[in-house]
């Protein structure tokens, strides 16, 4: 078989199920990873006789994708902020809107000062590795209860050359006595129960529920008990910075004002939902 016919066999396995366009760059991405071969690549070389392997490995991805199985973890790996990050079912997988929340922290942050931060449900430790990675004097620390997740954050830094300070720990249970930071940031769990019939399968079927969901009566519980463990930790004029739930933004803003915080920001995304949000501890 060819190249160009692996293509259609491909695009013909999952139409129905995807957008032509996506299925297009499903196929793309897997060459490029898996044959290396980039786009321009594909078009060139179309007449490549390709083995009985290869064949059979995109007959395995299909077979993935048909359940909805999301391509970044299928193909183990992602980007983010311009860097590269190993991704499992143990992760969720970072998205274009915490982009936005690492980029309006660096927009304020000082690159001459040792910034001490902490990041906060870690996961992949995509916030935390960026923000060190455009910040070398500061010293970044991150906490997530899922030592599977602190396993593949310590692996990220060390795949993108920075160093990261891992606590596994329970942020509703979390009492520390003795650090401070000048940032602490957070995108903790945040969609309610009742928000499920609204999500996509990849997500719903495949990506962590520890890290997703909250019980509807209780949609603020993560972000109550970071704001009264930044109360202790943060240092004076200290910054919070949170990615929230766009139907709880001014609950959310709310809980700062009447916690010690001022100058509460609200922040829209590209997509003009409200996503971000920052507060001066006073």
């Given amino acids: 078989m060819q190249l160009k016919s692996l293509h259609n066999f491909f695009q013909n396995g999952l139409l129905g199920y995807y957008p032509k366009g996506e299925i297009t760059s499903f196929f793309h991405r897997i060459c490029e990873q898996h044959?290396?071969?980039?786009?321009?690549?594909?078009?060139?070389?179309?007449?490549?006789?390709?083995?009985?392997?290869?064949?059979?490995?995109?007959?395995?991805?299909?077979?993935?994708?048909?359940?909805?199985?999301?391509?970044?973890?299928?193909?183990?790996?992602?980007?983010?902020?311009?860097?590269?990050?190993?991704?499992?079912?143990?992760?969720?997988?970072?998205?274009?809107?915490?982009?936005?929340?690492?980029?309006?922290i660096l927009k304020y942050a000082n690159t001459n000062t040792p910034l001490k931060i902490l990041d906060i449900g870690t996961g992949s430790g995509c916030i935390g590795i960026s923000l060190a990675k455009q910040l070398p004097n500061a010293t970044v620390s991150v906490l997530d209860v899922s030592p599977a997740?602190?396993?593949?954050?310590?692996?990220?830094?060390?795949?993108?050359?920075?160093?990261?300070?891992?606590?596994?720990?329970?942020?509703?249970?979390?009492?520390?006595?003795?650090?401070?930071?000048?940032?602490?940031?957070?995108?903790?769990?945040?969609?309610?129960?009742?928000?499920?019939?609204?999500?996509?399968?990849?997500?719903?079927?495949?990506?962590?529920?520890?890290?997703?969901?909250?019980?509807?009566?209780?949609?603020l519980v993560f972000y109550e008990a970071i704001v009264a463990l930044s109360k202790k930790a943060l240092k004076k004029q200290g910054l919070l910075y949170f990615e929230i739930n766009e139907y709880l933004g001014e609950d959310t803003k709310a809980l700062l004002s009447s916690n010690d915080f001022e100058d509460v920001q609200l922040k829209t995304d590209i997509f003009g939902k409200n996503r971000m949000m920052c507060a001066s501890k006073r």
């Avoid at 990849?202 to 209780?218: G, M, R, S």
């Fill in 35 to 104: 044959l290396g071969l980039k786009r321009i690549d594909v078009h060139l070389k179309a007449d490549t006789i390709i083995t009985t392997q290869t064949f059979e490995y995109f007959e395995s991805v299909i077979s993935r994708l048909l359940t909805y199985e999301p391509i970044q973890y299928i193909l183990g790996t992602t980007s983010f902020f311009g860097l590269d990050f190993k991704v499992d079912e143990n992760v969720l997988i970072p998205r274009p809107e915490t982009e936005e929340l690492v980029a309006w």
């Fill in 149 to 219: 997740a602190l396993e593949i954050a310590q692996y990220n830094a060390q795949q993108n050359a920075v160093q990261l300070t891992c606590i596994e720990a329970n942020v509703l249970e979390w009492e520390n006595t003795a650090l401070q930071f000048d940032i602490i940031v957070s995108n903790p769990p945040y969609v309610r129960e009742s928000e499920k019939e609204r999500m996509a399968p990849n997500v719903l079927d495949h990506e962590p529920h520890l890290a997703l969901f909250v019980d509807n009566d209780k949609p």
